[in-house]
């Protein structure tokens, strides 16, 4: 059974970086890419940028460009998603899914609070 | 503002048949094929069409898809209570480089 559970929520302060971890279990984790998606409070989905299997690609939407990394632990089965210099506006419940265009299964998904 | 359009809300009785639109561009749902995500409040989405007109396994078939030109819609046919939730159309746009999503239509089961 497909499973992707996520690290648990955060609060940071204007200006600092958050890490989301990712971890993948009930399939073989280097066959699919990862996509992460987020939802501010009362909005719609906004697709951050995307994985490929085994690393070898990543596409992030230009609105995070500069500002996001995503990356994964194959041998954790781990993807994460690291966005720098948070501001209010980053505050949103952040998704991972199996592939590229959000996908079959998703995370439940990490409240990330930005607040000073 | 989204890229891609749909009707912020749409209703119907139970039974009705109920259509969501969701409008692009040449650069994105002219071009490639559209996925469908149902979302209940403070849950994940869910993938109910994918590849314009599939749908996954355990999704009933009362959903379907369909697209033509730069728009695409999605059906829900003999609407029943539990169909009250959220939908989005997503889809890759070519021009952005980048997975773009409808702003979402609150179905409302009256």
Known sequence: QV???QSGGEVKMPGAS??????ASGYTFSNYGISWVRQAPGQGLEWMGWISSNNVYTNYAPKFQGRVSMYSDTSASTAYMELRSLRSDDTAVYYCARGR?????WGQGTLVTVSS | QSVLTQPPSSSGTPGQRVTISCSGSNSNIGTNTVNWFQQFPGTAPKLIIYNNNERPSGVPDRFSGSKSGTSASLAISG???EDEADYYCAVWDDSLSAVVFGGGT?????
């Open chain 1, 18 to 23: 958050v890490r989301v971890s990712c971890k």
């Open chain 1, 101 to 105: 265009i959000g996908g079959d299964y």
């Open chain 1, 3 to 5: 499973h992707l559970v």
């Open chain 2, 106 to 110: 609150k179905v409302t089961v009256l």
């Open chain 2, 79 to 81: 609407l029943q209570s």
